[in-house]
Nanobody, 124 residues
Framework: QVQLVESGGGLVQAGGSLRLSCAAS????????MAWFRQAPGKEREFLAV????????AYADSVKGRFTISSDNAKSTVYLAMNSLKPEDTAVYYC?????????????????WGQGTQVTVSP
């Protein structure tokens, strides 16, 4: 089992920045990938970014590329999502997830482990 705990959400004005953290514990593996998703009210869960524990390879959704940066600190078993130039449409609950890395890294079904989520609200 892998436990994930997100933190760092909050209220920010449009154009501002936030950094989310996801601390992992339990039976993590170097073959795992860590991803960030978000879900806004009435919408499906959306893939944002993924990073591999082993080599730090990353991938991003087009909607956040250039604004969001995913990174990992293996010594702390923590993954971060730095979010810049935030927009009101970025308002959502943000989740981190863990699972074996594969070609379907953008699908939520790829990840068996999820955090509880952290709310990000961007005001106009």
């Amino acid at each position: 089992q892998v436990q994930l705990v997100e933190s760092g959400g909050g209220l920010v004005q449009a154009g501002g920045s936030l950094r989310l953290s996801c601390a992992a514990s339990g039976r993590t593996s170097s073959t795992y990938a860590m991803a960030w998703f978000r879900q806004a009210p009435g919408k499906e869960r959306e893939f944002l970014a993924v990073v591999t524990w082993s080599g730090g390879s990353t991938a991003y959704a087009d909607s956040v590329k250039g604004r969001f940066t995913i990174s990992s600190d293996n010594a702390k078993s923590t993954v971060y999502l730095a979010m810049n130039s935030l927009k009101p449409e970025d308002t959502a609950v943000y989740y981190c997830a863990a699972g074996l890395y594969g070609s379907d890294y953008y699908r939520s079904s790829q990840y068996p482990y999820w955090g509880q989520g952290t709310q990000v609200t961007v005001s106009p």
